[in-house]
């Protein structure tokens, strides 16, 4: 039984990835995705790491998946772009560098000698992977592993909003370097532009910050 | 099933994943070409969990999960940037580091 759950969960998982990869739409590419991590976490149910197919169901099938179809939906107006072709030589190339990788990596783990290959693996306790014991180890042992997290999450969420918020008056291409873009000098860019600033005109504040935009605006060039 | 054979569908992913990389110019299909990478070690990650007996390689996995999701939220804000910004969603075009 467990090995034909196998072969049909690892048939949709190589498919997914296949699909992923060679469909033309970045929507169906995403789609394929989601059938991928369906069938992995098949294959996860499989190695009894119960809360971890539970996780990969909802978070990644689930949520990351649905930011993902956002976003293509966001910038698929732009089908010339989104539709270029590769070359072929570099297609070509491509696979072959990838099969030389997959044959790679089989020798080096079969032939590594590991003792526990061509076994099903030692037993397990009956609790093995459940959420208890998963939670147990993650506010015991890996405490710190799990608040570092808890803070990369911070970070990154932060982060996403500030790279991709509106900023108006930035029409050119060009006009706002990386460097600026890190040190987060593109306020004094659309200052005038900006509903504040428009109310504020003609008042001794608003020229003030008027002013001050010029200034930040002269290390510019 | 053996655990040979995870490791065997863990490699495949991964040097599908990596072909993605090479082959796919649309930054957006590169994100994902990431995510199957990672997937492929978490798979990988699983199993050995399971050959020992032991769970740490789940909590591995976990946090491989959560970061994945980080690298996620990141990528696609860039990718917003660059289109709001109206530059080519193709990363052949956005070769340039100075904006």
Not at chain 1, 166 to 185: D, T
Not at chain 2, 30 to 35: P, Q, R, V, Y
Request: proline share 3%; charged share 15%; with cysteine.
């Amino acid at each position: 039984m467990a090995e034909v759950v196998f072969i049909f969960a690892s048939i949709g998982v190589i498919a997914g990835a296949i699909g992923t990869i060679a469909l033309r739409n970045p929507f169906y590419s995403v789609l394929a995705l989601v059938s991928h991590l369906l069938a992995l976490a098949a294959l996860f149910l499989l190695l009894r790491a119960e809360f971890l197919a539970a996780a990969q169901v909802v978070v990644y099938a689930g949520a990351v998946m649905v930011l993902y179809v956002f976003v293509v939906a966001y910038i698929g107006g732009d089908k010339a772009a989104l539709a270029a072709p590769a070359g072929g030589r570099l297609k070509v190339i491509s696979a072959l560098f990838a099969t030389v990788l997959l044959v790679e990596l089989c020798i080096a783990m079969v032939g590594s000698g590991l003792t526990v290959l061509g076994t099903q693996g030692t037993g397990f306790f009956p609790a093995f992977g459940t959420p208890e014991e998963i939670g147990r180890l993650l506010l015991t042992k890996f405490l710190l592993a799990f608040e570092v997290t808890s803070m990369l999450l911070l970070i990154a969420a932060v982060g996403a909003v500030v790279l991709a918020r509106r900023r108006a008056g930035l029409e050119v291409p060009g006009h706002l370097s990386v460097g600026e873009l890190v040190r987060g000098e593109f306020d004094h860019v659309n200052l005038p532009g900006r509903p504040g600033a428009e109310l504020d005109k003609g008042t001794a504040s608003g020229a003030r910050l008027e002013t001050q935009a010029e200034n930040a605006g002269l290390p510019r060039g | 099933m053996d655990v040979t054979w995870y490791l065997v569908v863990s490699a495949a992913v991964f040097s599908i994943g990596m072909a993605g990389v090479l082959i796919r110019r649309n930054p957006l299909v590169i994100l994902l070409c990431i995510e199957l990478m990672l997937n492929a070690a978490n798979l990988a990650l699983i199993a050995f969990s399971r050959a020992h007996g032991n769970q740490e390689g789940q909590i591995f996995a976990l946090i491989v999960m959560v970061v994945a999701a980080c690298e996620v939220a990141v990528g696609l804000g860039l990718i917003v940037a660059i289109f709001r910004r109206k530059l080519p969603v193709d990363v052949d075009e956005l070769r340039g580091l100075q904006g």
